[in-house]
């Protein structure tokens, strides 16, 4: 239950932030400082995201078949792949792994 | 018919497809990460940015707090604040339709309707691309949530990687030149070290402290990692200012 509060408050607050553009004075957000920051920060989450998910086990740091999905991710990319495929490609490196026993 | 010669509705058809389809792969890693069907559909219902709904499930997969999730969402979902903006001054929707509107602007909605020029290309681009991509994501966001229930044990197929790839291609087509990079490479420096340290999910949130401050601190592009998904344009035929077809050109 505590979790679905989060997510309602998460959807809550991702509506609110497109809504504020449309209403906020374009002046405020214009700034190039605002815009970069919204922008630098999206780069920083998403390279996070990748690494937490790639080595984090909790609060230890693990080196396992999930290192596999990032590697053939990045050359599922570099080749051009779409998204799906990428998605896939990760997928398979990590199940293909798990059965050659690296955990 | 006359609408499907539009190049903008053409435009916005095949990036609905494109982005609608990897629907599934939230739905089911969603699913996988312990989600139930209905709070993963109140994602992509509500919610409806995929970095912001990518970034929840996976800070909850990685073992952190709502809160922390939470947080992650919202900080990623900043630039579509900056977004709207844009398709306010770009677009002036009359009063009420600003609230359907804004519940649709995301990178890929936004990106179509800047890669064109005449003001009625770009309403139509903006309302085709957003309001395709938001019924295909979610009927795919429901085939993915399905999928992930029948699949089982999630590590057997290898989600976990899946989610380690995704979020490598969301960040992707935001590496473009060296300064994106460096930011790339220092939030995931400070990730690791803070691993160790604080609860589960902060890190990401230590992350985006450093790349805000960086953001803050340096004179580069304005426009630096608002890059959409999926590229509306990508062998830069857009009919826009030089400025934005050189950006979107590969």
């Not at chain 2, 290898?158 to 990079?181: H, S």
Request: net charge positive; proline share 5%; with cysteine.
């Amino acid at each position: 239950m505590n979790l679905w509060l989060w997510i309602l408050i998460a959807c809550g607050l991702a509506y609110l932030t497109k809504l504020s553009g449309y209403f906020v004075p374009a002046k405020l957000l214009r700034s190039p400082r605002m815009m970069r920051v919204a922008g630098t920060m999206t780069i920083g989450l998403l390279a996070s995201l990748t690494v937490v998910n790639a080595v984090a086990s909790g609060q230890s740091l693990a080196f396992d078949a999930r290192l596999g999905a990032l590697a053939a991710g990045a050359i599922a990319l570099w080749l051009r792949a779409p998204f799906l495929v990428v998605v896939i490609v990760g997928s398979a490196a990590a199940a293909c792994l798990r059965l050659l026993g690296w955990r | 018919m006359k609408l499907l010669e539009s190049p903008a509705v053409k435009v916005g058809l095949s990036i609905s497809i494109a982005t609608g389809l990897y629907g599934i792969s939230f739905g089911a890693l969603a699913s996988a990460s312990g989600f139930s069907f209905w709070q993963t559909m109140t994602f992509s219902l509500l919610m409806f940015s995929g970095g912001s709904q990518f970034a929840f499930i996976g800070v909850v997969a990685g073992g952190g707090s709502g809160i922390a999730a939470m947080t992650a969402a919202a900080l990623l979902g900043l630039r579509n604040g900056i977004y709207g903006m844009q398709m306010n001054a770009l677009l002036r929707p009359s009063g009420w339709l600003k609230y359907p509107q804004a519940h649709i602007t995301i990178d890929e909605s936004t990106a179509t309707a800047s890669g064109q020029r005449d003001p009625d290309e770009q309403r139509r681009g903006f309302w085709t691309a957003g309001l395709g991509i938001f019924v295909l994501w979610n009927i795919f966001t429901a085939v993915g949530a399905l999928a992930g229930d029948a699949l089982g044990d999630p590590k057997r197929w290898g989600l976990d990687g899946a989610a380690v790839a995704a979020f490598l291609g969301l960040l992707w087509p935001r590496l473009k030149g060296r300064e994106p990079w460096a930011i790339a490479a220092a939030a995931a420096l400070a990730t690791i070290i803070a691993v160790p340290f604080v609860p589960a999910g902060v890190p990401i949130l230590v992350a985006a402290v450093v790349a805000g401050t960086i953001g803050w601190f340096s004179h580069g592009r304005s426009d630096e990692g608002m890059e959409p998904d999926v590229d509306p344009y990508p062998h830069g035929q857009s009919s826009a200012d030089p400025a934005s077809g050189e950006r979107n050109a590969k």
